[in-house]
């Protein structure tokens, strides 16, 4: 007995073909267009913006900026008069300290030199204030360099400021392109689902019609079970890149609402003179200041000199007007020996500033080579982004040419497939490109320091 099924209609029926194709096709159009959203766009600008604002990453930055230029105006403290203010009120019978007290205070009198009233003094009270004046003269000449140190670690502190916030917007970029680039791969993962739809669609088609084996029906539906869970994770992945960007911006984000930037807006970065980055001013300014303080380390070998201006004022609280006493006074001193603890400091100060130096220097050849990188990958950039556009047409195209064929039966499923995987990989290139040339302009702009 014969159980072979019987063929109704020996040709493919094409209006179910093109039916099934089409609503394929919508489906796709539908989910690559986004969605109508009255929230104000997310422009990569207004994200940089916003989180200048509010990321506690740049406030980090602005407030090390801060100590830094705070540590380094401390060091005037070496070169200016330190001027105090004290006072006290004692009440003692210890006649060593009555004894001083009564000198301070010009009241001496002839009782006062009695044998018990110099052993056995009743308890007085005394009240005293001061004000002195130190000056520092020569302190292994920081008095001198302190300006100069001082300003070169200002201008240290602010360039490592400036050298944090613009790696803090390069992390900013990064995570706008990521959320760019997983919406569209999002799309372009289900675009894919609908291509596999309708090519399983055909092959069941042509399956019922005896033109193809079962085979084909089970590769056609391998493959869209592969692009289903292929479109899943992408949308995962938009899911996770889009939550981390609103958190760094701190407010409600949309995918629908990030703003591919306008190509003009990645012209070429004209090349200049001069250009330097943040990091490379700080290490300049720090190998400066390190330089100045060997020198001065070295000095401390010599005697330090300072000076010092004292008024005093006494009198007892009973009653008595205040005596004043002043006193002014300078002051030598040179260490005879310290254990070469000195002569040390001053080995230490000067393998200090060596490496200062050589670590600018190298850091300049690095940023250097870093910078010409960066000028050829914005370059490249470019180029491969085009190539990727016109690749995914192209693939697109023979998508679509494929399938037509397999419909007609003209071609089998094996290079339908083939077709089809082209076209995916197509797809993911075409994005991964686009968002390529946003970074590669921005690290350009961060090579160059114009990143701020």
Same mark, same amino acid.
């Given at each position: 007995?014969?159980?072979?099924l019987p063929i109704r209609n020996p040709r493919p029926r094409g209006g179910m073909v093109a039916k099934a194709a089409a609503i394929a096709l919508c489906a796709a159009s539908l989910l690559a267009a986004p969605a109508p959203s009255g929230a104000e766009p997310w422009t990569l600008d207004r994200v940089l913006d916003r989180a200048r604002q509010v990321d506690?990453?740049?406030?980090? %930055?602005?407030?090390?900026?801060?100590?830094?230029?705070?540590?380094?105006?401390?060091?005037?403290?070496?070169?200016?008069?330190?001027?105090?203010?004290?006072?006290? !009120?004692?009440?003692?019978?210890?006649?060593?300290?009555?004894?001083?007290?009564?000198?301070?205070?010009?009241?001496?009198?002839? =009782?006062?030199?009695?044998?018990?009233?110099?052993?056995?003094?009743? #308890?007085?009270? #005394?009240?005293?204030?001061?004000?002195?004046?130190?000056?520092?003269?020569?302190?292994?000449?920081?008095?001198?360099?302190?300006?100069?140190?001082?300003?070169?670690? &200002?201008?240290?502190?602010?360039?490592?400021?400036?050298?944090?916030?613009?790696?803090?917007?390069?992390?900013?970029?990064?995570?706008?392109?990521?959320?760019?680039? $997983?919406?569209?791969? %999002?799309?372009?993962?289900?675009?894919?689902?609908?291509?596999?739809? $309708?090519?399983?669609? #055909?092959?069941?088609?042509?399956? &019922?019609?005896?033109?193809?084996?079962?085979?084909?029906?089970?590769?056609? @539906?391998? &493959?869209? /079970?592969?692009?289903?869970?292929?479109?899943?994770?992408?949308?995962?992945?938009?899911?996770?890149?889009?939550?981390?960007?609103?958190?760094?911006?701190?407010?409600?984000?949309?995918?629908?609402?990030?703003?591919?930037?306008?190509?003009?807006? !990645? *012209?070429?970065?004209?090349?200049?003179?001069? =250009?330097?980055? /943040?990091?490379?001013?700080? $290490?300049?300014?720090? *190998?400066? /200041?390190?330089?100045?303080?060997?020198?001065?380390?070295?000095?401390?070998?010599?005697?330090?000199?300072?000076?010092?201006?004292?008024?005093?004022?006494?009198?007892?609280?009973?009653?008595?007007?205040?005596?004043?006493?002043?006193?002014?006074?300078?002051? =030598?001193?040179?260490?005879?020996?310290?254990?070469?603890?000195?002569?040390?400091?001053?080995?230490? @100060?000067?393998?200090?500033?060596?490496?200062?130096?050589?670590?600018?220097? $190298?850091?300049?050849?690095?940023?250097?080579?870093?910078?010409?990188? *960066?000028?050829?990958?914005?370059?490249?950039?470019?180029?491969?982004?085009?190539?990727?556009? %016109?690749?995914?047409?192209?693939?697109?195209?023979?998508?679509?040419?494929?399938?037509?064929?397999?419909?007609?039966?003209?071609?089998?499923?094996?290079?339908?497939?083939?077709?089809?995987?082209?076209?995916?990989?197509?797809?993911?290139?075409?994005?991964?490109?686009?968002?390529?040339?946003?970074?590669?302009?921005?690290?350009?702009?961060?090579?160059?320091?114009?990143?701020?």
């Open positions: 007995m014969n159980h072979t506690p990453s740049f406030t980090a %930055a602005r407030a090390g900026g801060d100590l830094g230029r705070a540590q380094a105006s401390q060091m005037w403290a070496m070169l200016s008069p330190h001027l105090t203010a004290s006072s006290g !009120f004692t009440r003692t019978d210890d006649p060593a300290v009555l004894f001083s007290q009564k000198l301070w205070q010009g009241r001496f009198g002839m =009782a006062d030199f009695a044998i018990p009233s110099l052993n056995q003094p009743d #308890a007085q009270s #005394a009240i005293q204030y001061n004000l002195t004046l130190d000056q520092p003269l020569f302190n292994g000449g920081r008095e001198l360099t302190a300006p100069f140190v001082s300003s070169h670690y &200002r201008k240290a502190a602010t360039a490592m400021e400036q050298a944090q916030v613009a790696t803090r917007l390069i992390a900013v970029v990064e995570s706008y392109v990521q959320a760019l680039q $997983a919406r569209e791969g %999002a799309k372009a993962a289900e675009q894919s689902f609908a291509a596999a739809t $309708a090519m399983r669609a #055909a092959a069941v088609e042509r399956w &019922r019609m005896g033109q193809v084996p079962e085979l084909d029906t089970l590769r056609a @539906a391998a &493959r869209q /079970a592969q692009a289903r869970v292929a479109a899943i994770g992408a949308r995962r992945g938009l899911a996770v890149a889009v939550a981390h960007l609103a958190k760094i911006v701190k407010a409600d984000v949309s995918a629908d609402d990030l703003v591919v930037p306008a190509p003009d807006a !990645f *012209a070429p970065v004209p090349e200049r003179a001069g =250009a330097s980055r /943040a990091e490379l001013t700080a $290490a300049r300014e720090a *190998a400066k /200041a390190t330089g100045s303080e060997a020198v001065t380390t070295g000095l401390r070998l010599l005697p330090s000199l300072n000076s010092r201006l004292s008024v005093s004022n006494y009198k007892p609280w009973s009653g008595g007007d205040y005596e004043r006493r002043w006193m002014v006074a300078v002051m =030598a001193e040179l260490p005879l020996f310290d254990g070469a603890q000195r002569f040390n400091e001053w080995r230490a @100060a000067r393998a200090k500033a060596t490496q200062a130096r050589a670590t600018a220097e $190298a850091l300049e050849r690095d940023m250097a080579t870093g910078l010409a990188a *960066a000028r050829t990958e914005d370059a490249v950039a470019r180029e491969r982004a085009d190539a990727a556009r %016109a690749g995914r047409a192209a693939a697109e195209d023979a998508l679509r040419l494929s399938s037509l064929r397999y419909h007609a039966g003209l071609l089998p499923l094996s290079e339908l497939l083939a077709a089809d995987a082209e076209a995916s990989l197509a797809r993911s290139s075409e994005v991964e490109a686009s968002g390529a040339v946003i970074l590669a302009h921005y690290r350009l702009l961060h090579a160059m320091g114009d990143l701020k």
